[in-house]
Every structure is written in C-alpha cells, then in structure tokens.
C-alpha cells in the first residue's frame, strides 16, 4: 500500500500520567465492564470488591510499554515529518 497522509496527529503525555492513569484501571470480571478509581470508580461497593488489576498495567510494565512508545514515536515522527 502506498498511502500518504493528508494530516498527521501527535498525541503527547508524560510518563507520570500515563503510570497513573493505567494504575488506576480495574476491570470487572463478571461484566468485563472497564473503571478507573479516579475517574470513572464504579457505582456500588459489590462491584467495587470484585475488580482486578489487569497484569499489563503494573508501574513495570507501563514504563516498559511507554519506553518502548517513545522510540516508535520518533521514528514515526520523523517519518512523517517529511511527509507532510
């Protein structure tokens, strides 16, 4: 495929937020229903007892997944750069 981009978006977020925001998400194993404890908690304590912490969201992996983001993300931005 030969595609060229008409418009490029670079979304931008520190790797604090990003350790704290994932932190943050619980995931309902009855429902598959998704929270965050900051945001979005859930509704009922029934709900809130039974929520788990999914394992790609521990600090380790996150800054892992954002490190290895930040590389992509260079390349991709100079990819593009002389693109557009």
């Known amino acids: 495929m030969n595609i060229i981009p008409s418009a490029v978006f670079m979304f931008e977020g520190t790797e604090d937020e990003s350790i704290r925001r994932l932190g943050n998400r619980r995931v309902d194993p009855n429902t598959g229903d998704v929270f965050n404890l900051e945001v979005n908690p859930p509704s009922d304590e029934s709900t809130s007892a039974r929520l788990v912490e999914l394992p790609e969201d ?3 992996v996150v800054e892992k997944r954002f490190n290895q ?16």
Do not use: G
């Open 69 to 84: 983001f930040k590389l992509q993300n260079i390349m991709l931005e100079e990819s593009f750069r002389e693109v557009c």
């Open 58 to 60: 521990t600090r380790e």
